[in-house]
């Protein structure tokens, strides 16, 4: 028999936590080949929230209680997760709301997930079967639904179409491993930086519907601008692909300056110039690449694998200027050289230009430096 522990954050859930108690535990009695242990992290509720869980044990055995102070999410779940594992020793952990917006009966299908090889399974309300409220106003569906994509954009992990949802089954040996990472974040961002652990690991993860309701009972403890403004910063320090785009700006301008300097103070011919130009510009991006935008897989093997991953790096770069020229022949043969007046007279040449690079040169060279240059260990 294995073991799975549900970890509930608690705050002021008196008028919920009943029902979903029950649910919970009705569900996994009907789960065969697993132990189901519930632990109720409650921060110190003013409502009762803790007395009425505590009612509930003498009904159920497996049931737990951890009080502690009011932290935030983030530290609610780690403290539930350490005490979980000290004192359970599970072999997979759940993460639950405590608002009853979560279907218990969506546990047979996390565990069916877990027992076919995933080791993180996420309840997504943005695949085929899952859906947000529909009486959701419109800033909060946008919120929901933009955010989740420039996650997805941010990190270039488009096949996670849930990054924020708050219902997931793990392997602990995830969470062992997240601990150190995931520990200096108190609020939401703490889903966002514990999924991207896992990838980071090689975790394989699933995804199973989930149809969200919206709570009946108590009110949200979302502070939705701290939220917002700390998972962007997330993002953006810690994706690899925005360090990427960074240092292809950063390679722009150095290429336009080398140019410059070539031309003008060397006297060197325009073409030959921007040539060389073009190669400085390679030659940094390779290096600010492997250690900063891939640092966490940096090439590794000493002089010798430099120089075969520099000579693959070029051959990447050549393709991306061969994709850039072939796609501007075709924009001006198709759709002409035009001033765009909406754009304030603009060359078309330049939007071509600017488009081919954001979807087709940037995806390209950065899906290629991952696969082949900076590949994982």
């Known amino acids: 028999m294995k073991r799975a522990s549900i970890i509930i954050p608690t705050y002021n859930e008196e008028g919920n936590i009943q029902q979903l108690v029950e649910q919970v535990f009705d569900v996994s009695s009907h789960v065969p080949n697993w132990v189901v242990d519930v632990v109720i992290v409650d921060s110190n509720s003013p409502d009762g929230t803790g007395k009425v869980v505590e009612s509930l044990i003498q009904k159920y055995p497996h049931l737990h209680l951890l009080k502690t102070e009011k932290e935030g999410l983030g530290k609610a779940y780690m403290k539930g997760f350490k005490i979980a594992i000290e004192k359970l020793q599970p072999y997979l952990l759940f993460e639950m709301d405590a608002d009853l917006s979560h279907d218990p009966k969506l546990i047979p299908a996390f565990l069916e997930k877990i027992e076919k090889g995933a080791d993180f ?51 602990v040996w995830i969470v062992k491993d997240a601990f150190t990472h995931t520990e200096k974040y108190a609020g939401y ?24 309701i919206d ?21 953006f320090t810690h994706s ?67 120089v ?8 990447v770069s050549l393709g991306s200027i061969l994709i850039q020229g072939g796609g501007m022949f075709l924009a001006l043969k198709f759709l002409g050289d035009t001033k765009i007046l909406l754009l304030g007279g603009l060359s078309s040449w330049i939007l071509y230009k600017v488009l081919i690079i954001a979807f087709l040169i940037i995806p390209y060279s950065y899906v290629l430096y991952n696969k082949v240059v900076w590949k994982n260990k």
């Open 240 to 306: 690899s692909f925005i360090k990427f785009v960074i240092v292809g700006l950063l390679g722009f301008v150095i290429d336009f300056g080398f140019a410059y300097a070539f031309i003008n103070l060397l006297k060197i011919a325009k073409a030959p110039a921007n040539m060389l130009s073009a190669e400085v510009a390679i030659v940094c991006n390779f290096f600010i690449n492997n250690f900063w935008s891939f640092r966490h897989k940096k090439i590794a093997g000493g002089f010798m694998a430099y």
């Open 215 to 235: 709570r009946k009972s108590g009110i949200s403890k979302i502070d939705s601008v701290q939220y917002i403004v700390q998972t962007l910063w997330y993002v």
């Open 121 to 171: 399974v996420i309840g997504s309300r943005y695949i085929k079967g899952g859906s947000i409220p529909a009486d959701w106003g419109l800033y909060r569906k946008v919120l929901s639904s933009i955010g989740n994509l420039i996650i997805r954009f941010g990190f270039m992990k488009l096949s996670i179409s849930d990054w924020t949802s708050g219902y997931r089954a793990i392997k």
């Open 189 to 212: 961002v703490f889903q966002v930086a514990l999924l991207d652990r896992a990838i980071a690991k090689h975790a394989r993860i699933a995804e199973v519907p989930l149809k969200f």
């Open 308 to 315: 075969g991953k520099f000579f693959i790096f070029n051959f």
